[in-house]
């Protein structure tokens, strides 16, 4: 089953929606991190997790904006293929799931800088979002 042009412009949509909310929830999570005092080993963990997180959703940002803009009807490029927004696709995607993967480590370490009993919450959290986000991602059946 081939997804069609109209699918892809909606998919572009809707995930640059998601990451461009995304990124800028990571970038603000940085720049409090960056001005803080602390600069212990864990600080330094969330902080490469939401830079990481950052610059991913950032990149995929882009990279949905490379597909809208192909797959727009009408658009600068006429006669549209797959292969037109091919690097776009994988690189857009692939940011995309890294970026959740370092969110969700990010949530799941914040809870270490105030004890361990928050940390084991945030981080079955942490985990446990991850997981469902990938559930709800996956599609089951034909």
Known sequence: ??????????????TLL????????????VANLLVSDKSDKLNNRILKSATLSAGCFLVSVF???NIVM?????GYIKNVSLNDFQIARIVGM???MIGLISLSAMIALSGWTKSKKVGRFTSIIGILTLILIFITMTRFGS
Request: hydrophobic share 45%; glycine share 8%; proline share 3%.
């Open 63 to 65: 990279a949905m904006v």
């Open 70 to 74: 192909t797959t727009t009807p009408g």
């Open 1 to 14: 089953m081939e997804i069609t042009l109209e699918y892809w412009n909606e998919l572009g949509k809707q």
């Open 18 to 29: 998601i990451t461009s909310l995304l990124s800028g929830f990571s970038i603000t999570v």
């Open 94 to 96: 692939l940011t995309f």
